[in-house]
């Protein structure tokens, strides 16, 4: 399938454009049908930032989505999530992420520790086979998208994965005012 300059096919077909995690989730959580709804392109590892992918490959920004995983953190005790916006807005985390979360504080979490926990590379973190404890926030505005474009988990691809099927990955959970426009 072509989107833009992209050519999607899918992940169950093109195992070496994502990282391991992402593909065994895959395999472990959709049937057949599902798992051929969930498309891969490969991409120039330059162009792998939301904004530079849109401009480079003539793809709407609206169908990108940006993750980050944040560190939220009370007396001793911390926890990681995802947190999924449309590109083009910033994370609330000071207020939406830190009161859902009980957090006293909540922070981009350590580089080294996040791409040590995923195994994924720095630039294409995804919501997509993350460890199992870590929940996966998203803003609402997903929720008017049939399909999205998220990270590969590697550089050198990006994920077109419907909404539904997104929505009914583990820990996942559509938080209120999670974005915030820049």
Not at 21 to 26: E, S, Y
Request: aromatic letters at 8%; glycine letters at 6%; one cysteine or more.
């Amino acid at each position: 399938m072509k989107i833009g300059k992209l050519d999607f096919a899918p992940i169950i077909d093109n195992k070496d454009l994502v990282s391991e995690c992402i593909f065994d989730l895959i395999n472990k959580n959709f049937d057949g049908d599902e798992k051929e709804k969930i498309l891969v392109a490969s991409i120039n590892p330059n162009y792998a930032d939301g904004k530079k992918l849109c401009e480079m490959y003539n793809i709407d920004e609206a169908m990108g989505f940006n993750c980050l995983i944040v560190e939220c953190k009370r007396n001793e005790e911390k926890k990681y999530c995802a947190l999924v916006v449309p590109i083009g807005y910033r994370y609330n985390m000071s207020s939406t992420v830190r009161k859902y979360t009980n957090s006293r504080m909540v922070s981009v979490a350590p580089l080294e520790y996040v791409l040590d926990k995923t195994k994924m590379e720095y630039g294409s973190i995804t919501p997509i086979g993350l460890p199992d404890e870590w929940e996966v926030l998203i803003d609402p505005m997903i929720k008017d998208k049939d399909v999205v474009i998220i990270g590969g988990g590697i550089l050198k691809s990006k994920i077109m994965i419907p909404v539904s099927l997104l929505l009914k990955l583990p820990k996942v959970k559509i938080i209120e005012k999670l974005a915030k426009e820049i």
